[in-house]
C-alpha cells in the first residue's frame, strides 16, 4: 500500500515534506528561544485575517530585530501557498491551524541569518468540542505573568515557559480545565494562547493591552460589539470582578470565542451557557462569517461518539 501524502510546509525558501523540516541545534530559535510565531486558522479552508496575523507577526518581529529575507507581501503569499497545498489531504468539515515563525537563526560569517517556517496542521475540533458545550472551567494559576517590563507581552515570541508553567499546574488540579495568569498587580492577564472577558451589567470588560497579547479574536470581539451596540471597555479586571461578573468567555484563534461557565470553581451568575451577550457576540460573528463556527465544533461530539456527522 503506498504511503499516505503528507504535509508541507515552507522552511527557508523551500518547500518541503513536514519530516525534512529539521531545525539546526544551533539555531538561536532552539537554544535560547529567540524568535517569533503568528498562528492564523481557516473557515471552510479559507485563510481568516490573514493580513492582521501577518502584520502582528512583523511587530514582533521588529520588538526582537529580526531581519527576515521576506517581506509581509512574501509572508501572505508564501502562507497561501503552503494552505492550497495542503488542503487536499483535509476532510471537508476541517481546517487548519497554520503557523509562520521567524527565529533569530544561526549566525554566519558575523551575523545572523534568520529561519523562517511556515506551516499547518488540523485544528483540535473533537478534543475542544465539549468546551462549546459545557463551558471553560477557567482556574487560576498562581504564577504571574511575565510583566511589560520584563519582557512585552504584546509580541508573540517563543519564550512561552511562563505561560506552560501555569498552564501545567492548573491542569494538574483539572486537566480539563483552561489555566489564567494574573498580572504581577494581581489582575486578570491572559492564558495561553487566549484573552479573556467579563461581562457585567450588560458590559463588556477586558484587560488593558500593555498586559497582554493583542489577539485578533480580541479584536474582532471588541469591533463586533461596536457594531451591534454592546458597550466595552478595556481595564483592569481582578478577582472580585470576575467572582461577580454575569458572564465570561475566552478568545483566541482555534475557538474564536467560548463561553467560561466557571472561574476557580464558582459559576458564573446568569445560569445559561452561553450567557445573552455571550450569545449575541457569537451570532454577530458567525453572521460575518456566514459560517457557524460553533456548530463545525458540536459536530466532532458526534464524532468523538462514533457517529457520522
Known amino acids: 500500500m503506498p504511503e499516505a501524502p503528507e504535509r508541507v510546509a515552507y522552511f527557508n525558501g523551500r518547500i518541503l515534506p513536514e519530516n525534512q523540516v529539521l531545525i539546526p541545534f544551533r539555531d538561536a530559535g532552539f537554544i535560547y528561544g529567540y524568535a517569533v510565531f503568528d498562528t492564523l486558522r481557516t473557515f471552510r479552508h479559507e485563510l481568516y485575517k490573514l493580513d492582521e496575523h501577518v502584520a502582528r507577526l512583523f511587530r514582533s518581529i521588529a520588538y526582537l530585530g529580526l531581519e527576515p529575507d521576506l517581506g509581509p507581501d512574501d509572508f501572505v503569499e508564501i502562507t497561501k501557498d503552503v494552505v492550497a497545498r495542503n488542503v487536499p489531504l483535509l476532510d471537508s468539515d476541517d481546517e487548519y491551524w497554520v503557523t509562520q515563525r521567524v527565529t533569530l537563526g544561526q549566525q554566519q560569517a558575523g551575523s545572523w541569518k534568520n529561519t523562517v517556517i511556515i506551516e499547518c496542521k488540523p485544528l483540535p475540533l473533537v478534543e475542544r468540542a465539549p468546551y462549546f458545550r459545557d463551558g471553560i472551567d477557567a482556574v487560576v494559576s498562581n504564577i ?8 512585552s507581552p504584546r509580541a508573540k515570541t517563543h519564550n512561552y515557559i511562563n505561560l506552560l508553567l501555569a498552564d501545567r499546574e492548573v491542569k494538574a488540579q483539572n486537566p480539563g480545565a483552561w489555566g489564567i495568569l494574573l498580572d504581577t498587580n494581581g489582575n ?4 495561553l494562547g487566549s484573552n479573556i472577558f467579563l ?4 458590559v463588556l470588560h477586558t484587560p488593558r493591552e500593555r498586559f497582554v497579547l493583542p489577539g485578533v479574536s480580541r479584536s474582532v470581539v471588541l469591533e463586533l460589539a461596536a457594531k451591534i451596540g454592546i458597550a466595552a471597555e478595556e481595564t483592569d ?20 470565542m467560548c463561553p467560561i ?10 445560569g445559561s ?5 455571550t450569545q449575541a457576540l457569537i451570532d454577530a460573528w458567525s453572521e460575518e462569517l456566514g ?16 457517529q457520522t456527522v
Not at 237 to 255: C, G, I, K, R, V
Not at 261 to 270: D, F, H, P, Q, T
Open 188 to 191: 486578570l492577564c491572559e492564558g
Open 237 to 256: 479586571l481582578d478577582l472580585f470582578d470576575a467572582y461577580s461578573a454575569e458572564e465570561a468567555f475566552m478568545t483566541s484563534t482555534s475557538l474564536c
Open 199 to 202: 461581562v457585567k451589567d450588560g
Open 261 to 270: 461557565r466557571s472561574i476557580n470553581g464558582r459559576a458564573l451568575s446568569c
Open 291 to 306: 459560517f457557524d463556527f460553533v456548530a463545525q465544533y458540536l459536530r466532532r461530539l458526534q464524532v468523538a461518539a462514533g
Open 144 to 151: 504571574r505573568r511575565t510583566p511589560p517590563e520584563a519582557l
Open 273 to 277: 451557557i452561553p450567557g445573552p451577550t
